[in-house]
């Protein structure tokens, strides 16, 4: 797989990009290269001017060529189909290296979105449509980075979140016990070429009503209009950078917003306060509070740490379900700096406790 | 915009490098004397905040006593109203020394206790002592602190802010 671009050059090194072995469909793809999976189009140049033990240099298809070297390694034997070339000139072979090598990045979030559409259909887009995360004849994005929107991603770990924490809400049955706990709101496996499992429990039945969920549906309406009030008010803003408009959506904001909507199916006064839009903070200009997020530091934390609801890790989605949490007991409630500290201690603290340590 | 105890260390270095620089100069004690303070407020900040993390949880979960001293607030029997006969926080301030702050820490929020014969805690009691005639000084036992002891100071309440860490949260910080 060390294939070189001028063979008879010891100084010519290997060609290829770096084989990412680490990478989920790397992983996916040895596991069905020992499950006896065809791979075909492996585009190989035949060549004894260098490493003659091993005739063919791969040019094209390394990850295939290494996932069927580990398959064959564990005694699984099949044919896989090759394209060879034979007697390549300098310019012949630079240009099938470079074809070869030429790598159209596919996002996670396209893999999802298709996966999404030929595993459960429509479903999670018609649903986004109603309550208003997506508008009609929206689809999701097939990368986040371009567009400011709910993922197919997100979009799951939505409604996973909202059956989570209505699951566990409903173990509680006074509103005091509620707050004796801390959270882990979850977040939906992207890009693995499989659908989450956790999603999949919720979808699998496609009798299942959940689409229709009056709660779900609230819920999500009422998510969907907070994402557009902050995305407005940090537009009409001094400081209107993407990470403050798009707060809502991030990777620990809004699984523990969904996580909470849920918890708060049987606390009907606490749901309301959830549910509706936090006034502002003073000196704030969004209702998240995007700026005071951002430098929220706690002394656990380390020095590199981006602030409250930055980062997708179950720290921040426990802190964030707490910050959540601690706003639904007043209806006046806003995201300031006080109620971040108490919410963040509050974790903090009851983690200790669940240790088992204290005495 | 709140201080935390990470900065607060790198002030008392910055303080220590400055009096490493004085040399023998009269310079070289006022920095020394400011390098052990601002040790010391880092390790005070540091309890003081975990201490504030405990204060945060609803109420049931730490008796009255418990939260009173997390809250360093004065804890009484109540003698009338709906919680009498029963003990309650109140609003008076009952300031709890360091010592005792870190001992209450590590023995209700850990498996263990503070081991008060270690070497650690030892050089920490030295090195309070010094702290302590800076902020209350006498004048017959007035004592310019050298740069070793402001150095000291330093490493000693890096490591009992780590022995903290660890034995509360089961985990180490970073400086």
Known sequence: MDARLIPESKDSLRANRELLTKNKTFQRMSQDAANGREFNDIIVEYNCAYSPEKPLKVWGGQHRSKSIQIASEKETSRYHGFRIYFCLTKEQRSALALVSNTNINVSNDLFDRQLEEIMVGLHLRKWCEQVGLLTVGEDFPDAKSHAERVTTQLARTFIVNFFLGKKKGAEFSSADQLLKNYYEPYLCESGTGTLDEKYYDIVKNQDSNIWKDKGLQEAGEAFALLNKAQNNAIKKSKINNKGFRNKALTLSVLPAWAFVAGLLQSHPARLKNHLAIPKLAKGASDPLNAKEMSTYKHDQDEKTYRGLGNRSSITDRQRMAQVFLARSLDPSACFDKKLIDKAVSTVIGLKVLSKGYAL | MTRYYRELIEDAQWFCDQADNAQASLNQGRFTSASILFSFVALESFINNMMFDFTA????????????????????????????????????????????????????????????????????????????SLTHP???????????????????????????SQKVWGKKVQF
Do not use: C
């Not at chain 2, 402001?150 to 890096?158: D, F, M």
């Open chain 2, 57 to 132: 949880l609803p109420s049931g979960l730490l008796t009255p006593h418990e939260q009173g001293f997390l809250a360093e607030k004065a804890v009484e029997l109540a003698d009338s109203g709906a919680n009498a006969g029963k003990f309650e926080i109140t609003d008076k301030r009952r300031y709890q020394s360091l010592e005792y702050k870190i001992m209450f820490l590590v023995a209700r929020f850990s498996k263990d206790t503070v081991d008060k014969g270690s070497t650690l805690w030892q050089r920490f009691q030295k090195m309070k002592n010094v702290r302590d």
């Open chain 2, 138 to 164: 006498r004048k017959d036992e007035i004592k310019v602190p050298s740069l070793s002891e402001a150095e000291e100071a330093i490493g000693v309440t890096k490591e009992i802010i780590q022995l903290v």
